[in-house]
């Protein structure tokens, strides 16, 4: 089954420490990217990568950092996360081209 | 700033009847176009994608397309519960470099009152 698989899928946690996001995905697809869910703001893309060793930013990179190392992951690491980046983030790959893209289910972040 | 507009709603429809949800777009360069589906508390779900001018169905929806105005739209026929969610207009603002980088609109919630 094709499965983009999000860890955890929530977390309650304090300003300041550092957190990773993992997103795991079995569909042998190049592109992955990371979106967060805001009320009012809709889904907004936070970094992406295009292959393994290939990343880039997106529209709201500021306080995150991503690694794609291997083709299957694309862990988002939050290195001294502040209540701002409280959310809820999706994790989303495609094959090449980078479209469609098909979701995780989602990982609900509360920094206090 | 690129930009995809929705009105937020709620679009309210009784069951059985058609649902239209629009989407306007900034970028004149965008060539992909998605529309995904989001029930409370769950992720996106692709339910139709156009890439050219005119209409594009699948059962039950039509995706409409229009390059010239910038606009975009989902119809639901017949319209049922099940059908109430939230619809996210995505656009690829890549033109040609196909580096698959999508804006989302807001999202329009759609409600099918029984």
């Known amino acids: 089954e094709a499965q983009v698989t999000q860890n955890p899928r929530y977390l309650i946690t304090v300003t300041g420490k550092k957190l990773t996001v993992t997103c795991s995905q079995n569909m042998n697809h190049e592109y992955m990217s990371w979106y967060r869910q805001d009320p009012g703001l809709g889904l907004r893309q936070i970094y992406y990568?295009?292959?393994?060793?290939?990343?880039d930013k997106g529209d709201v990179p500021e306080g995150y950092k991503v690694s794609r190392k291997e083709k299957r992951n694309f862990p988002l690491i939050l290195e001294s996360p502040s209540p701002n980046q409280t959310s809820l983030y999706f994790c989303a790959t495609a094959d090449r081209g980078g479209q469609p893209q098909h979701f995780g289910d989602g990982t609900r972040l509360s920094i206090l | 700033q690129k930009e995809v507009e929705q009105n937020s709603g709620p679009l309210s429809v009784p069951e059985g009847a058609i649902a239209s949800l629009n989407c306007t777009y900034s970028d004149r360069g965008s060539q992909s176009f998605f529309w995904y589906r989001q029930y409370s508390g769950k992720s996106p779900e692709l339910i139709m994608s156009?890439?050219?001018?005119g209409d594009k169905e699948d059962g039950r929806f039509t995706a409409q397309l229009n390059k010239a105005s910038q606009y975009v739209s989902l119809l639901i026929r017949d319209s049922q519960p099940s059908d109430s969610a939230t619809y996210l207009c995505?656009?690829?603002?890549?033109?040609?470099?196909?580096?698959?980088?999508?804006?989302f609109g807001q999202g329009t919630t759609l409600q099918v009152k029984p």
């Open positions: 156009i890439y050219s001018n």
């Open positions: 995505a656009v690829n603002t890549d033109g040609s470099s196909n580096t698959g980088k999508l804006i």
């Open positions: 990568s295009m292959n393994v060793e290939v990343t």
